[in-house]
Every structure is written in structure tokens, then in C-alpha cells.
């Protein structure tokens, strides 16, 4: 039904920026997506219908087992339908806000990273954009060497700001530089300031973008920067400012 085909083409359109300017909105477009997918059966496009709807479930409802699934499901449509195209959109949103309720952080890394040089074979930069974030965190979070992940965290910030993708290229850069700061790389190890990134100047470019994931990652990682460095009244303070902007991280590995 070309009609319909049309409308989940809409429907994905429309729900990346939706994920940034209006999140009340992401409930009603995977339902509408999914709902279309139940309806009148599956097409290339319910690939991303059933991963925005897997995500809703996680992070709006709590409901992982069912949320768990219908990612799940996404992944075997993808090949079913030898889509690679889909593969990193569908493989980094999924690592984001899925997987990590059902698998270990470190389990999800390898599709991670072959779902990232999918991305780039097909020139999807925004998929390629949303894994690469996936991976970096999760293998941040997971705990791996920082020996090995900065260059990593280095290299993907060089390939964000050269596919132009402004809101992960400033995530990418908050991790760098926590990971430089980790390192003795920084003047304050409390402060994200270095050669990845300046909390002065950046700061302020998010608050005007209104970009709530990038707010809540900076004062994420400086809260436990400043716990590990015994600024434990200034760790008080920055808690309660990433509580403030929890939202731009609901469903994710910090939730």
C-alpha cells in the first residue's frame, strides 16, 4: 500500500528530530509506526518502526522484556530484508537505549562496531553517528582500558565533525575529553577543559540548542570526576544539576 509505505516514510522522518525538539511526541510515532506495521504487515520501514518502539517501551514504560523483543525483532528483519542502510540506525539506537536492560554493556560492543563500519560503507550518517556514540559510551561505561579507547574516542570525533554531525560530534567530545581528564590531561581534572573540549565555551551552545543530552553528559561525567577527586560538596551540586536534565537521557545506560 503505497499510502501507507508513504506514511512510515514520514513517520521516520520525522522521529530523530522529534527525539531532540518535542520527546512527548516519539510515544505517538513508534505506536503509529508499529501499530501501521501490525496492521498491514511488515515492510523495509518497520525496521525503524519496531526499534522507536522498543525504545518508548524502555524508557517511557519500563516494560524491558517487551521492549527487549521488539528490538529483537528489528534485527531480524534487517535480515530478512538485507537492509544495511538500516543497520546502523537501528544497531546504535538499539546499543542506547535497548539492549543494555537484557545484555552486558561489553557484549554489545562487537555489533556495535561492525554496525558503525556498516554505516559507513552506505553513507548513512546519521545511523553511523547514533552507533558511534553507542559504542564509544558503552565501551566507556563498560570499563574498558582508556589506553585503548582514547584514540578510538579520538578518531570518532575526527569522522563526527567530517559526516557534519553536530549534536553527537559535542557528546563525542564530552567523552574525550573525561577520558583526557582521566588521564592527567587536563589542567583540573573537575573541569572539562583540554583538547577535546571546553565546558566554558560549550556549556552555554547547548543550553541556547536546548540540547539536554549534551547538558546532562557534561554534568554527568563531571560528577564523577569530582567524586573520584574528593570534591565531594561540588559532586552534591552537579547531581543535582544532572537530575535536572535527566530527560535528555531517559532510557539510556544512565537511566
Known amino acids: 500500500d503505497l499510502e501507507k509505505l508513504a506514511a512510515m516514510r514520514i513517520l521516520d522522518t520525522i522521529f530523530a528530530p522529534s527525539f531532540l525538539a518535542s520527546p512527548h511526541l516519539l510515544p505517538l510515532i513508534a505506536s503509529k509506526q508499529a501499530n501501521l506495521s501490525i496492521e498491514y504487515g511488515n515492510a523495509v520501514g518497520s525496521i525503524y518502526g519496531y526499534t522507536h518502539y ?23 528483519l ?27 554493556l561489553r557484549d554489545t560492543l562487537p555489533g556495535l562496531q561492525e554496525a558503525y563500519r556498516v554505516g559507513l560503507e552506505n553513507s548513512n550518517h546519521a545511523g553511523t553517528a547514533q552507533c558511534s556514540i553507542s559504542y564509544i559510551v558503552a565501551s566507556y561505561l563498560a570499563g574498558r582500558e582508556l589506553a585503548t579507547i582514547e584514540p578510538e574516542m579520538a578518531q570518532h570525533v575526527q569522522v563526527m565533525a567530517e559526516l557534519k554531525q553536530g549534536p553527537h560530534l559535542n557528546w563525542h567530545k ?23 573540549y571546553d565546558e566554558e565555551k560549550e556549556l552555554s551552545l547547548h543550553r541556547e540548542a536546548q540540547d539536554e543530552g549534551a547538558i546532562f553528559n557534561v554534568y554527568f561525567n563531571k560528577l564523577i570526576l569530582c567524586y573520584r577527586f574528593q570534591e565531594f560538596e561540588q559532586a552534591l551540586k552537579l547531581l543535582n544539576s544532572a537530575e535536572l536534565s535527566a530527560g535528555g537521557a531517559a532510557g539510556s545506560l544512565f537511566s
Open 54 to 76: 522498543g525504545l518508548v517501551l524502555c524508557a517511557a514504560l519500563e516494560d524491558f522484556d517487551t521492549g527487549y523483543q521488539f528490538g529483537q525483532l528489528a534485527k531480524r
Open 78 to 104: 534487517l535480515k530478512e530484508w538485507n537492509a544495511p542502510r538500516f543497520t546502523a540506525y537501528t544497531v546504535g539506537m538499539l546499543g542506547s537505549y535497548v539492549d543494555h536492560w537484557k545484555e552486558h
Open 174 to 196: 564530552i567523552y574525550w575529553q573525561a577520558a583526557l581528564n582521566w588521564m592527567g590531561e587536563s589542567d583540573d581534572p573537575c573541569r572539562l577543559i583540554g583538547a577535546g
